[in-house]
């Protein structure tokens, strides 16, 4: 390709601008000659007019000889015959007219103004002739000889003083004027060809200048994007500073930027420890990462084509439920599948999948929480263990120690009896820590069922009052409730614990003094009426960074002053899951030194 310094802009406007000269030129020279033809064919019309004139003249004065010029003339007619009359009228009109006709041509004008004297002369002549006698004396026949000889000659002057060779001059003019022009007019013509051929050149030149210059050049860019989408080597760098070879460089460094951004990613979807692949519309594998592996003991290359399902233990019309949803619904939250190894062995994933429109295809990344399920489980397992274990020969130490404290197996003394109580009240609370863990874990792994019916939460209110008001009253703190007439449907009992929890740690954590208000509103959220329970205090309050994760297990803020009533740090989970199983949510707001508010949604009845 030739290498051009010029801008596109630039090359346009002298495609553009040369012809345009060129046109213009042509135009002024072939202004110039129609004007210089004009002038000419004035000229020659005029030079034609005074040769006429002269002419005119001429025939006159032969007339005049033709009358005048015999013996004996003053026989037939004399100057007052009217043809004598017209004749010298005519004379007089046809040197006024070629007078005013070579105003410009001094030369000219002098001629004709001899000529008219002489005509002058040559009249008055005649004139005298008339008033001489012709018979008479020889004196006079003398005289009027002499006036013959004298009127010949003059009428000879008439013509002659150049004017006969004015007249020859001028026709000659006249034919030459218009053998110029003539010549004007085809040069005229032969520029008009050769202007036309000239254009018609250029025409040509700039189409197959432009054609190779800026058409071939865009045909390269146009392949370039071609070749970019279908990951094929680009064309060479386009030589030149113009416009095209600027984009041109610019899309060679996108490509470069496109081609080491891909190669990134890819590194990173190959070094993934997750199995990420894309399933096209017919639930086939169409890429996947080498993670699959791990995963599920299988190659890449032994997926590629094979069906999503066929690798699903479990639930595989789900999973095809799912996919398709994804295409309709969007997005939803991962879930929880049973994929089979290679071996056939189950391994526990997590599916994240999203569908893309543009690719027609859904992208998915697999996440193998095997180990974390056995984790649960085992968890799950010594919880229960624990728990049950716990319970029972607790129970059983509770019976007992309600036994002495009843006296029923002898009187103790004041140190036993003290011993007795304190043993009785770690004993409830190891009992009040056990069956939290139990509660906790149940909602958790959804073992709770729920029975629900219409509670009236001023009732709720009411009982949660009555349960804690002695507690309120030794930590003097006010309780109240702002009366509402909301029925929710809920299981009451946990109603009651999750108030139980909520008001008994607004109390414990209330100053003396401090009021804890309870108060309940109607809200609509995702088209169902939900009342909203609040519970408010006015103690120290909770930062902000720990609103959320006071919800979680065991999770307790430290505090500068500890409070004697140290909690097992389970009350607030296991609120968390009994509104979660109730369908609606928890959360906390707070300031730090003016209190919290705690407030959960629960759905009307
Ligand atoms: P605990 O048995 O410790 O009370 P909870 O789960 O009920 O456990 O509460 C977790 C932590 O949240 C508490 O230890 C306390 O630090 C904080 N908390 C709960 N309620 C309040 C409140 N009303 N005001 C200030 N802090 C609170």
Same mark, same amino acid.
């Given at each position: 390709m030739r290498r051009s310094g010029l801008s596109l802009s630039a090359k346009v406007l002298t495609l553009v601008l040369v012809p345009l000269?060129? !046109? ?105 002739? /008339? ?15 002499? &006036? ?43 520029? +008009? ?12 030149s700039a189409? &197959?200048y432009l054609t190779k210059t800026i058409a071939q050049r865009l045909a390269i860019l ?15 760098q386009l030589s030149g500073t113009d416009e095209i070879a600027t984009v041109d460089k610019t899309f060679h460094n ?68 799912? &996919? ?140 949660? +009052? ?71 205090? !006015?103690?120290?309050?909770?930062? /902000? ?61």
């Amino acid at each position: 390709m030739r290498r051009s310094g010029l801008s596109l802009s630039a090359k346009v406007l002298t495609l553009v601008l040369v012809p345009l000269v060129f !046109q213009l030129i042509t135009l002024v020279a072939i202004a110039k000659l129609e004007n210089e033809a004009e002038a000419l064919l004035k000229e020659s019309i005029e030079a034609k007019k005074i040769s006429d004139a002269i002419n005119l003249l001429s025939q006159d004065v032969y007339d005049y000889i033709g009358e005048f010029g015999r013996d004996k003339p003053m026989k037939v007619m004399t100057t007052r015959d009217a043809h004598f009359m017209m004749l010298h009228d005519r004379h007089t009109l046809h040197y006024k007219q070629l007078k005013e006709m070579v105003q410009s041509n001094a030369r000219l004008y002098d001629s004709v103004t001899k000529s008219e004297q002489a005509a002058y002369k040559t009249f008055a002549m005649i004139r005298r002739l /008339e008033e001489i006698p012709e018979e008479g004396p020889d004196e006079v026949q003398k005289l009027r000889k002499k &006036l013959w000889k004298e009127i010949r000659r003059d009428i000879k002057e008439i013509l002659g003083g150049g004017l006969a060779e004015r007249a020859a001059e001028q026709k000659h003019l006249a034919e030459v004027d218009a053998a110029e022009q003539a010549r004007l007019r085809d040069i005229s013509k032969q520029i +008009m060809i050769l202007f036309a051929v000239v254009n018609t050149l250029i025409a040509i030149s700039a189409a &197959l200048y432009l054609t190779k210059t800026i058409a071939q050049r865009l045909a390269i860019l146009n392949d370039n994007s071609y070749r970019l989408a279908s990951d094929m080597p680009l064309n060479p760098q386009l030589s030149g500073t113009d416009e095209i070879a600027t984009v041109d460089k610019t899309f060679h460094n996108m490509a470069q930027a496109m081609k080491e951004a891909a190669k990134k990613e890819r590194a990173i979807i190959d070094n993934a420890r997750d199995f990420i692949c894309s399933i096209d519309t017919g639930g086939k594998f169409s890429a996947v990462n080498p993670a699959s592996q791990a995963v599920l003991e299988r190659s890449p290359e032994s997926l590629l084509g094979t069906h999503f399902a066929d690798y699903v233990a479990d639930g595989r019309e789900s999973v095809l439920q799912i &996919l398709s949803d994804l295409k309709t619904l969007g997005d939803t939250s991962p879930v929880e599948l049973k994929m089979k190894k290679a071996d056939g062995t189950i391994v526990h994933v997590l599916l994240s999948a999203h569908f893309s429109k543009e690719e027609n295809a859904t992208f998915c990344v697999i996440h193998d929480i095997t180990e974390r399920r056995k984790a649960e489980m085992l968890k799950q397992e010594v919880m229960a263990m624990v728990t049950h274990d716990l319970r029972t020969p607790l129970s059983t130490l509770r019976h007992i120690f309600t036994f002495l404290e009843s006296g029923s197996h002898g009187t103790l003394d004041k140190k036993g009896t003290d011993f007795v109580n304190a043993g009785g009240r770690n004993v409830d609370r190891l009992l009040a820590l056990v069956n939290d863990l139990l509660d906790v874990e149940k909602a958790d792994s959804g073992q709770i069922d729920l029975e629900k019916t219409k509670v009236s939460l001023t009732e709720c209110f009411d009982a949660c +009052m009555a349960s804690l008001s002695a507690f309120a009253e030794s930590k003097g703190v006010e309780l109240d409730f702002l009366e509402t007439d909301l029925i929710v449907m809920a299981d009451e009992e946990r109603i009651d614990r999750i108030l139980n929890n909520l008001v008994g740690n607004a109390v414990k954590f209330s100053p003396k003094g401090g009021k804890v208000t309870l108060s309940a509103v109607r809200t609509l959220e995702r088209e169902i009426d939900f009342a909203v329970i609040s519970v408010k205090d !006015q103690g120290e309050g909770i930062p /902000e960074d720990k609103l959320e994760h006071i919800f979680e297990k065991f999770h307790q803020i430290e505090r500068r002053c500890e409070t004697t009533d140290k909690g097992s740090g389970l009350g607030l989970a296991i609120c968390r899951a009994f509104v979660q199983l109730h369908g609606g949510k928890i959360w906390a707001e707070s300031k730090i030194g003016e209190g919290s508010e705690f407030k959960f949604t629960i759905p009307l009845a």
